[in-house]
């Protein structure tokens, strides 16, 4: 069975600070999603990875297979940061998507 | 018009009513998804719908009872719903097969359940 764990559950950082969202899993995979999920409930794909790394404004991510381990990188955070990021893995075998419990940060002003 | 589109946003409900969530997506996908998401755990695979037909009922209770009558639509019918029901439920969409893309999921912006 596919587990994915991220870490830290929570967090708090200072508007401008780098913040680093880690991903772990436990099987071979065919694609890593990073997910962004605001308040109100809606949830929008930052990222789909099968290797190395990708960019898109302050956002990075990185993966590496052979540890089984993602990150999610954020530079100059921004209260508009603030969200629940939700790693997702697609393993080889099936159509469908393992969750990990995902990372509440908050971004303060 | 956004990709996916649920309704209603919010509903609350007694345990002995029926009531319906609908979802539309508007990406020509061909999979349909049900997800539910209840306080502090990940997100629960519910219903896997491809091409129109179920290809996945995650062990979920009867009193759940999804319908996809076209690639665009998706409904889950509720009726005799637990408190315990009680969370987020989310659509999704994407689209499959060896020639068809990323696979990457689109979500809609969710039904929050009250079951009183």
């Known amino acids: 069975k596919n587990e994915v764990e991220q870490s830290p559950q929570n967090l708090t950082a200072q508007e401008g600070e780098f913040i680093t969202i880690n991903c772990s899993y436990s099987?071979?995979?065919?694609?890593l999603h990073w997910l962004q999920q605001h308040p109100g409930g809606g949830i929008v794909s930052l990222f789909m990875l099968s290797s190395g790394k990708k960019k898109h404004g302050r956002l990075i991510a990185t993966i590496n297979i052979q540890e089984k381990h993602s990150s999610l990188h954020i530079t100059a955070s921004h209260p508009r940061d603030s969200a629940v990021y939700i790693c997702?893995?697609?393993?080889?075998?099936?159509?469908?998507?393992?969750f990990g419990p995902g990372t509440r940060l908050s971004v303060l002003p | 018009e956004t990709g996916v589109t649920q309704t209603p946003r919010h509903l609350v409900m007694g345990m002995t009513n029926k009531k319906s969530l609908k979802c539309e997506q508007h990406?020509?996908?061909?999979?349909m998804y049900w997800y539910k998401q209840s306080a502090k755990k990940p997100l629960e695979l519910m219903f896997v719908y491809s091409l129109e037909e179920r290809v996945e009922n995650n062990s979920v209770p009867s009193r759940f009872s999804p319908e996809c009558p076209n690639s665009s639509h998706l409904f889950l019918h509720l009726h005799t719903l637990q408190p315990e029901d009680s969370a987020l439920y989310l659509c999704?969409?994407?689209?499959?097969?060896?020639?068809?893309?990323?696979?990457?999921?689109?979500f809609g912006e969710g039904s929050r359940l009250t079951v009183l």
């Open positions: 999704a969409s994407s689209q499959e097969g060896p020639n068809s893309g990323s696979g990457e999921l689109f």
């Open positions: 099987v071979g995979i065919s694609a």
């Open positions: 990406l020509g996908h061909n999979a």
């Open positions: 997702a893995v697609r393993d080889n075998y099936g159509q469908n998507f393992v």
